[in-house]
């Protein structure tokens, strides 16, 4: 009976503490009738801080709330621009394909394209920055091709935009040091005794890279896989094309000493 009369007190105990629960008060959001200009102030202040998570959230808070707003697609442009600094190159090309595809008319959608084109420059920096990699050629270059690609895009459709001119300086950037990987692939090939293959790599640079600094390197290689492959007259071929175009390079001495001695 002392059992069950506990039983019964214990009961509305609970019931009462449940019922408090449902009482405490919910999270209030400070934004709460903020403005579109206010959302988008605060997410510039956070942003120029270096707090890109506070400032994605008061954007997208301003997308939700003013969808149709000017701002709402300067909150878009913003947000690629945040997670690309934010270190969200996925997030941040899909930010930029959404505005492209929904906004293709708009005054600055040459920033979407650019920003594309950027974010996977940067993630290509590390490939580039290290150029000769263990197994070179087993390397993936589809990053650097794509940014190249992203930035050609840029300055066929926008030709006159203020970063045209940028595109085309990274453009050339990424245009020498794909050729200079090329080259360090054939080099790798030559040191391994893999002659044809590395014949086969410096005639690819000297076909799609033409007058980039990796082509007197494409023909000091090729000369000296054909004297490795006792062909002296190919060998002698490659010296001359390399002779007549780079007369400067230091290289010539060493080869024409090994081609006179293959001869």
């Known amino acids: 009976m002392h059992r069950l009369l506990k039983l019964f007190l214990a009961v509305p105990l609970v019931a009462v503490l449940l019922a408090g629960c449902s009482l405490l008060p919910e999270k209030i959001d400070e934004t709460r009738g903020w403005s579109a200009q206010r959302l988008y102030s605060e997410a510039k202040e956070s942003m120029n801080g270096g707090n890109y998570k506070t400032a994605l959230e008061y954007l997208d808070k301003l997308q939700a709330r003013y969808p149709f707003g000017r701002l709402a697609q300067q909150a878009q442009l913003d947000t690629i621009y945040i997670q690309y600094k934010d270190n969200e190159p996925d997030a941040a090309l899909a930010a930029a394909d959404r505005f492209i595809k929904a906004n293709p008319r708009h005054p600055y959608v040459d920033y979407a394209y650019y920003m594309k084109a950027l974010v996977n420059f940067n993630r290509n920096n590390t490939l580039l920055e290290q150029i000769a990699p263990s197994d070179r050629d087993k390397t993936d270059t589809t990053t650097a091709r794509q940014s190249y690609s992203d930035f050609a895009e840029l300055t066929r459709k926008f030709p006159n935009s203020k970063y045209a001119q940028d595109a085309r300086q990274r453009m ?92």
């Open 172 to 263: 050339l950037y990424l245009h020498n040091n794909l050729a200079a990987y090329e080259v360090n692939v054939a080099g790798y090939y030559l040191r391994r005794g893999a002659y044809v293959a590395a014949v086969n790599r410096a005639k690819y640079v000297l076909e799609t890279y033409a007058r980039t600094p990796a082509s007197a390197d494409a023909l000091s290689i090729m000369t000296q896989a054909y004297v490795k492959m006792h062909m002296p007259q190919l060998a002698a071929d490659s010296l001359r094309v390399l002779e007549r175009n780079y007369p400067q390079s230091p290289e010539l001495p060493k080869l024409n000493a090994l081609v006179k001695g293959s001869g």
